[in-house]
């Protein structure tokens, strides 16, 4: 499956982003979809997974209050809310497509090329 990850930006600290990643090139519905991100000089970490249905969602301690995931299936489109956007939020974000459930970047076999998102002091 092909992943595009759009909607980073510049936004003050306190503001709002919401990312969206498209897929196409297979059943987006066979996929659990999850979202990471790597900051300047950091390892990559993730952000959230959600499950095929949508019915289960995992969320990284970073984000988690902060943060709604959700899918839309039959616009082969997942969407990540972020809310009360803090400096070190600031990464570039990854959205990533898995046959299973999880946190781990293993787990998870096709990946978007990245949007960044700077958020200013």
């Known amino acids: 499956v092909q992943l595009q990850a759009f909607g980073g930006g510049l936004v003050q600290a306190g503001g709002f982003l919401r990312l969206s990643c498209a897929a196409c090139?297979?059943?987006?519905?066979?996929?659990?979809m999850g979202w990471f991100r790597r900051a300047p000089g950091k390892e990559r970490e993730f952000v959230a997974a959600?499950?095929?249905?949508?019915?289960?969602?995992y969320y990284g301690d970073s984000v988690k209050g902060r943060s709604t995931l959700s899918r839309d299936n039959a616009k082969n489109t997942v969407y990540l809310q972020m809310n009360s956007l803090k400096p070190e939020d600031s990464a570039v974000y990854y959205c990533?497509?898995?046959?299973?459930?999880?946190?781990?970047?293993?787990?998870?076999?096709?990946w978007g090329q990245g949007t960044q998102v700077t958020v200013s002091s």
């Open positions: 090139g297979r059943t987006f519905s066979n996929y659990v």
């Open positions: 990533a497509a898995s046959g299973r459930m999880s946190r781990l970047q293993r787990d998870f076999g096709s």
């Open positions: 959600i499950s095929w249905s949508g019915g289960t969602i």
